[in-house]
T-cell receptor, first 113, second 112 residues
């Protein structure tokens, strides 16, 4: 059974800092990996999708990497802003996609102005 | 392009009742997945529908059931509601070939 762990559970940093969020998974036979952002009481916003054959993806100030062999992914946020404050969720897809996504519990990020 | 929409936004039910939640897929998507998110937890996969058939299911009992319609919209039905069913229910749509999932705003269900 796939398990996803996110570290740290919570993080508070001053505006402007670069930061790294970590995600690990137990079964390396994944289909893809997605990073999401969730604002309080809201749905999930897709940030980046990495297919199993890829090593990284970039979108603006965000960069996500994937190392299947070690079961790890990182989300790098450059020049953080108060608007980046949210919960960040890592999710892995298995079974060709039909098994749905397995999520971690998230990292609650606060960017101090 | 219209995103994923869900209705209703909030719902209050009592234990033992039945509930139906609705989801409209993003334009061009043919697969719908449902997730349950308890407070402070990551979403948990309930099931997935493709071509109007369930083609994947998580660890949820049979009282959780669903439908997908020819226009790819979907319903989640929960019978015999229990207090632990109180959660945010999220619908996600995707295209079978690409599998990037896009989520709706969710339905907040409270069971009293």
């Amino acid at each position: 059974k796939q398990e996803v762990t996110q570290i740290p559970a919570a993080l508070s940093v001053p505006e402007g800092e670069n930061l790294v969020l970590n995600c690990s998974f137990t079964d390396s036979a994944i289909y893809n990996l997605q990073w999401f952002r969730q604002d309080p009481g809201k749905g999930l916003t897709s940030l980046l999708l990495i297919q199993s054959s890829q090593r990284e993806q970039t979108s603006g100030r965000l960069n996500a990497s994937l190392d299947k062999s070690s079961g790890r992914s990182t989300l790098y946020i450059a020049a953080s802003q108060p608007g980046d404050s949210a919960t960040y969720l890592c999710a892995v897809g298995s079974g060709g996609g039909a098994d749905g996504l397995t999520f971690g519990k998230g990292t609650h990020l606060i960017i101090q102005p | 392009e219209t995103g994923v929409t869900q209705s209703p936004t909030h719902l209050i039910k009592t234990r033992g009742q039945q509930v139906t939640l609705r989801c409209s897929s993003q334009s061009g998507h043919n697969t719908v997945s449902w997730y349950q998110q308890a407070l402070g937890q990551g979403p948990q996969f309930i099931f997935q529908y493709y071509r109007e058939e369930e083609n994947g299911r998580g660890n949820f009992p049979p009282r959780f059931s669903g439908l997908q319609f020819p226009n790819y919209s979907s319903e989640l039905n929960v019978n015999a509601l229990e207090l632990d069913d109180s959660a945010l229910y999220l619908c996600a749509s995707s295209h079978r070939a690409y599998n990037e999932q896009f989520f709706g705003p969710g339905t907040r269900l409270t069971v009293l």
